[in-house]
Each structure stands twice: as structure tokens, then as C-alpha cells.
């Protein structure tokens, strides 16, 4: 079945540091979204991505979608504390269920 | 505060014993998504319902089962639980598009812990 994986499982950088997640399909993808997922909370819908190489920002955070429609990256631009959490790409066939990745635990040294 | 409420928030049983979750979506949401969260682990999709009527599965048990009521609430029965249940189940709803092509709207989870 539709498989998405996401590496790294864990990072640990300093305060400031730059840090990428990155997350690939077994299949072509109608769409990704990227969630966060703060220490004890739930997931929060963070942006989906269409278009094929499409690259969205959200001030710090740079999204990308593969030309194959296949692969995305999120980048978080000088990290903060408030970034700490885990991040989760779910990726769509077609019209059918979202499938997440495994997710990536960001923890973050101030 | 998603819109998507869950109940109960904790819930501690025996194995062998059943229990039933529920959620109700976000008002005029018709897609409800469940999915299992082990400890450190990731968001393991169970069962989609888009008005009423199953539209995917994944990796359910059998001893699971879902269903979606007109009033668009869901619940999430686990019988004859074992100690591998114990997760955070949450529930998801998202906008009224066919199939929920939209963002999921996650509500607080349910926590089951069985000893």
C-alpha cells in the first residue's frame, strides 16, 4: 500500500540553527500537507502543497513539493523554542486517504 | 481550539474489555478521520467516513469497528483490548468536499491506557 516516509526521525539543534525535514511517497501525490505537533497536543494543519515544485514560505518556514510529485521538504530558518515539536507530512492519492509519515521530533537547545 | 470535540480525554481499562470513543466533527464537516498514536510514534490511520458512509480504511483491527450517525458524530468502538491498544486515538474532521480533499481539524485525543 501507499507508504510515506519521513527522515529524520529525531534532530536536536542549537537555538538558531537551521533544520530540515524530509519526507518521501512510494507513490505519485494529488497533494501534501505539513502538521505540527506540540509536547502533549494534537496536530495542527500547518499548509498543503499542489502543484508540482511548488514552494510556499510562512516567515521562517520554507515548504517544497517535488517536480515529481513524490517528495517534500520543510525548512525552518534559524530555529526558535517555540519551534519544538513534531512535524508530520501526510501525503494524498487522489481523492482518497491521507497517509502520514512517521514524523520528525524537533527539540531544540536554548 | 480545533472545533473537533473528544471524549473522554483519558481512559483506563483491562484487557479483554471494550470501550467506545467519540468525536464530534467540526459543525458542517462531513469527513471524520481516526487515527492511533502509539507512544513516540506516528499518526497510524484507521477508518474514514464522509456522511455517514465508510470511504477508506487502513490498518484497523478487527476488533475495531466505526461508524458515522446522521447527526455526523463518530464513534470509535475497541473490543477485547490488549495492552498493544493502549495509544492516543484521535479524530479528525475537515471541510465538506468529496472525499475531505482539505485540511484535517484534529481534536484533543482520546488517551486509553489498558492494564
Known amino acids: 500500500g501507499q507508504q510515506v516516509m519521513q527522515i529524520p526521525q529525531y534532530q536536536h539543534v542549537q537555538e538558531g540553527e537551521d533544520f530540515t525535514t524530509y519526507c518521501n511517497s512510494s507513490t505519485t501525490l494529488s497533494n501534501i500537507q505539513w502538521y505540527k505537533q506540540r509536547p502533549g497536543g494534537h496536530p495542527v494543519f500547518l499548509i498543503q502543497l499542489v502543484k508540482s515544485g511548488e514552494v510556499k514560505k510562512q516567515k521562517r518556514l520554507t515548504f517544497q513539493f517535488g517536480e515529481a510529485k513524490k517528495n517534500s521538504s520543510l525548512h525552518i530558518t534559524a530555529t526558535q523554542t517555540t519551534d519544538v515539536g513534531t512535524y508530520f507530512c501526510a501525503g494524498r492519492v487522489g481523492a482518497q486517504k491521507l497517509v502520514f509519515g512517521q514524523g520528525t521530533r524537533l527539540t531544540i537547545n536554548p | 481550539d480545533s472545533g473537533v470535540t473528544q471524549t473522554p480525554k483519558h481512559l483506563i481499562t483491562a484487557t479483554g474489555q471494550r470501550v467506545t470513543l467519540r468525536c464530534s466533527p467540526r459543525?458542517?464537516?462531513?469527513?471524520v478521520y481516526w487515527y492511533q498514536q502509539s507512544l513516540d510514534q506516528g499518526l497510524q490511520f484507521l477508518i474514514q467516513y464522509y456522511n455517514g458512509e465508510e470511504r477508506a480504511k487502513g490498518n484497523i483491527l478487527e476488533r475495531f469497528s466505526a461508524q458515522q450517525f446522521p447527526d455526523l458524530h463518530s464513534e470509535l468502538n475497541l473490543s477485547s483490548l490488549e495492552l498493544g491498544d493502549s495509544a492516543l486515538y484521535f479524530c479528525?474532521?475537515?471541510?465538506?468536499?468529496?472525499?475531505?480533499?482539505?485540511?484535517?481539524?484534529f481534536g484533543e485525543g482520546s488517551r486509553l491506557t489498558v492494564l
Open positions: 459543525s458542517g464537516d462531513l469527513s
Open positions: 479528525a474532521s475537515s471541510a465538506p468536499f468529496e472525499g475531505g480533499a482539505g485540511e484535517l481539524f
